[in-house]
Every structure is written in structure tokens, then in C-alpha cells.
């Protein structure tokens, strides 16, 4: 018997489709995983796709010829979707000018005219090819198979994915796209950023890194804790089972999306009297000066202007108080277990092959250095390399989505076949370098 825990992304989509009693919608989003299993086995479904700052090639086959894509014009995401897209003519393809977008870039609401004029066109022009049937939903919330759902306007549906860490999503748009579409925005845990961020949380050599840090900064019973950009609060649950209950847990995030998962989290696994979740900004904490005993970071420094998250971090933690930050290495190779050629290994392995960072965020060695300039002492220097295998399914289809589009048809093969292999000598794994560090507040 199936599971609701056992449902794949594109059954739960599919499934919600015609608990709707919608047989075809339009659909538009960021991350593949939320979108690429629906295109394979239902692609008459979907009417149309507008995808966001992300273009696999090997993915989009089934419904190439209604497809759109948004990036920004400047920075690695751009490059990497004009090199998607010379492979693919025809596809209708618009960037934002003047606009570098990263995963939590706000693009929603800092270009909201252009990204719902793009989106606007490009539906009313493939409206005679992939003609969804108009519907009148009343305006409700609801949830279906993890998915949860908001139903605005009327006409052809129009489904919404996540927008990745973009912190208003789809907001801003909805008025405007409401007036055409009867726009059915999602969210849950099963997609977007929410479903990598609980993965990655869960996944045995993430938790083991955490789990280092948290010893590391001597957590005792009683002591008041803070996390700085929370995302979904996984970690916090982690550590209100660890510690069961014995410490005041404090979650804050600068994104409304993430905040709103961390809570519903929280109340399905119970813990929410034990965890707090916070609207605030990493740059400029919401607490006055000496109010934790630890105040820790994970993976969100490289996204802020690192010196003041560092020196806000340090006021907010009481004397003797402990700093404890991860930051996502691009420093550092990515080892991987795969048999690859010499020139594929060194081209997948590279430092900074994955990932992004704001322009004043920290994503390098000079987290250490950082530390003590924000004066922070006893300051112990952790070097990781996370590795993710076959269990941790979700994460690794993430990062695959980040790589495989950086590379050659003929790479790609070559990628596939060496991970076949791995997978069934049962040896494959994928590693995420991160940098560590744990300092006292004197």
C-alpha cells in the first residue's frame, strides 16, 4: 500500500490536478525537481512552463515547444541557461536587464512590471497550443497529499511553484496574474527549497557536521540559543529533540515563505513550545545586546554582507557566550565518487562549481579571519566535506540540477554512465565542502 510519504513529486502534482478537476494547467517554477517528473510521465497535463532562473536541457524535451525561461542578465545562472538555450532554439527566452539573479534573490518583487509583462506574453502567445480550458475555483486553501494550495482569479489554471529562497514569491504577481489566470499557488514540504533544505537537514553526513559544531560550541542545558536564518527550522527541531527541551531555542529568518514551513513543521512534529521563529534581518538582529548563550549559523552567511551578520551575531551573544558559523566552501574541491575521465573529474571537482554568493558574503577560508576581526577568541577552525549518497535522494537530484547543466552532452553521458555504475556497486557519493568555525565572545 502506498504511503503519502511515499508519493513521488510528479504523483502528488498529478493527483492534485484532479482532486481540482483540472486536466490541464499552465505551469511555471524555479527548481526542476518540483516540475521535471510531470513533464516525463504526464507532459499532456501541462500547457505551458515558464521556468525561472533554471534550464536543463536533458529535462525540458517533452514540452520544448512551449516553454519559457526568465533569468537575469548578468552572473553564473545566466551563462549557464544561454548555454541551455543555444542548444535548444526556439525556446523563448527573457532577461531581466541590469540583473544578477541568486537563489534568493527577490526577483518577484524587485522586477515585478517586467517578470509579469514576460509571463503575461508568453501565455497569451502559447494559449492556441496548449489551450487549458478556463475554470472557476472559489477562492480557497487547502492541502492534497503534502502539497498545500491557494486557489485566487479565474480562467485557465495557472499552477505556481516555489520560487526557490525568493522571500515574497509569487506575491507581488498575484493581482496581476489573478485578473487572467485562476493562479493556484503551492508550497509544503514536498517541493521548492523547503523539500532540499528538510532533505539536506536529515541527511546522516549534514547532521554529523551540525552535530561537530554543536559540541564544539559546548552547548549546555539552560542556555539560550539563537539560530540566524533558520530556513524551515529543521535544525532547530533537531536540536529540541536533542536536547528535549532543556534549552530556549530562537529561529529567525528574513524570508516569510521559509518562516511560515518552519511553523507548520514545528506543529506537526510537536515542538513548537520548545522553538520561537522570528521575522528579522541577519544584518541588523532584532535582540538587544547579550541576550544568547549560543547563537549559531548555518549556511547563511555567504548570502549576507558577512562582516555585519559576524559582528551582530557577536553583540547579541552574551559574555563567554559561544559564535558558532558554517559557511558553504567555494574554496574548496568537491570530491565525488564516480570513475570519470581525468578532464571530466577536474571540471566537477572544481572549487566554486556549485553554488553562489552575494557580493559581500563569505564563502572561503576568510570566515576564520573574519571571526577574530569580529572579536571573537579561542577560535577553532573546522574544515568539512559533507558527503551525500543514495539515501539522500532529493539532495543529490539538487545538485545534479546544479551541475549537470554546466556541462557537455557528451560529459553528461559520460556523467550518467559513472554514476550507473557507482549506484549499483552501491558506492556513489556526492561531497559539499564547508568551512566551520566556533569562537568565544570575551
Known sequence: MTTEAMLSVQDRLFGLLRHLGIDRAHFAGWSARDWSGLAATHPDAISSLTLVNNLDPRLVEPVVARLMVITGDRGPAAETVRNGVSRLPGIHHVELPNYNMLGWSDVAGERKREFAEAMLQFLARVAPYGASENVSLPEQEGEFAG??????????????????????????????????????????????????????????????????LIEEADLRPGEAILEVGCGTGVLDRWLARRTAGANRITGIDINPYLLREAGALARQEGVQDTIEFRDGNAESLPFTDNSFDVVMSVTVIEEADADRMLAEMVRVTKPGGRVAVIARALDIGFPMNLQLSAELKAKVEAPGVIGQISPKGCADASLYGRARHAGLTQIKMLPQLTAFDRADQTVLQWLEGALLPKLSQDEVREWQTARAKAEAEGTFFMTWPHHCAVGTKA
Open 147 to 212: 502539497i498545500t494550495y491557494r486557489i485566487r482569479g479565474a480562467g485557465p489554471p495557472l499552477v505556481l511553484l516555489p520560487l526557490f529562497l525568493t522571500p515574497s514569491q509569487w506575491e507581488p504577481l498575484l493581482p496581476l496574474l489573478s485578473e487572467h489566470y485562476c493562479t493556484i499557488t503551492l508550497g509544503g514540504a514536498a517541493l521548492g527549497a523547503v523539500a532540499i533544505l528538510e532533505a539536506r537537514g536529515h541527511a546522516a553526513g549534514y547532521l554529523q557536521m551540525v552535530r561537530t
